[in-house]
């Protein structure tokens, strides 16, 4: 197999490949802020949940559902922020996997990567890590929805968390 990449190339692209992976699998866990509700610890991210509450009809009381998984809607995710932060975090997640799977052809496809085309593949890069960097930067920003409030403590707001500490 011939190669298209010098041997910095192929540096570039296995971290590359890394740096993607990485992005995307924290991306995907919804462990960007933990919490506690109704003495259960509680995670969230972007767009998933880890445990959440709801009203078990037999006994008329609220019950903490001990599971992970996504807002059943795009609109069910708690905060206008969050939304936006998934939408650009996920975008800025697709173009570093797309430019790391080029680069990694790359390294067997002979010709497939010119000089110009690997300045344009690190300026798609370059980009994608500014948007998931300002993904990153929205997130604290819905620190003062509903359902944040109840799992950090009633006084939480913007980029300002209470931990809830059982007494």
């Known amino acids: 197999m011939a190669s298209s990449l010098t041997c910095t190339g192929v540096i570039w692209a296995l971290l590359s490949f890394l740096c993607a992976a990485t992005s995307c699998v924290g991306f995907f866990m919804p462990y960007w802020l933990w919490g506690s509700q109704l003495g259960k610890p509680v995670s969230f991210g972007t767009f998933r949940r880890c445990s959440y509450p709801v009203h078990d009809e ?10 992970c998984g996504r807002y059943a809607s795009f609109q069910g995710i708690p905060s206008a922020e969050w939304r936006i932060s998934t939408i650009v975090t996920g975008l800025g997640c697709g173009l570093l996997l797309l430019v790391a799977l ?8 002979s010709e497939l990567i010119s000089r110009t085309v690997g300045r344009v593949a690190g300026g798609i890069q370059f980009l994608g890590g500014l948007l998931i960097g300002a993904g990153c930067a929205l997130y604290p920003l819905g620190w003062d ?8 403590g009633y006084i939480s707001g913007q980029f300002d968390l209470v931990p809830y500490i059982h007494l």
């Open 58 to 67: 037999s006994r008329q009381t609220m019950v903490m559902v001990e599971e």
């Open 102 to 109: 080029t680069a990694l052809m790359g390294c067997c496809v």
């Open 145 to 152: 929805s509903e359902e944040v409030r109840q799992t950090c």
